[in-house]
Nanobody, 120 residues
């Protein structure tokens, strides 16, 4: 399984970015998909997640600013980030929970991360 994340970059406070993460490889089905982030010197934290039927959850720090969505046909998860703040600066990682074949145990896989820097 490969996860290719993209969309990070440098943005001014108040700006927006849209992250994408495409899953490919030996995948039968994908359960939940999520975005995590890790700032320098900090632990990795959950930002947002979305279930296979579209249920979502967000960290309190990003509610009403970030929106997670997915395209099941493309095995892709998105994170729309609006009203960005300097404290949103971090490496953002996508994660998927998936099955390789029918009846297989659910596995978890991480993408390589994409850097988001919010600075004036």
């Amino acid at each position: 399984v490969q996860l290719q994340a993209s969309g990070g970059g440098l943005v001014r406070p108040g700006g927006s970015l849209r992250l994408s993460c495409v899953a490919s490889g030996s995948i039968f089905s994908i359960n939940s998909m999520g975005w995590y982030r890790q700032a320098p010197g900090m632990q990795r934290e959950l930002v947002a997640h979305i279930t296979s039927i579209g249920g979502t959850g967000y960290a309190d720090s990003v509610k009403d600013r970030f929106t997670i969505s997915r395209d099941n046909a493309k095995n892709t998860v998105y994170l729309q980030m609006n009203s960005l703040k300097p404290e949103d600066t971090a490496v953002y990682y996508c994660q998927v929970q998936y099955r390789r074949y029918p009846g297989a145990a659910v596995g978890s896989y991480w993408g390589q991360g994409t850097l988001v820097t919010v600075s004036s």
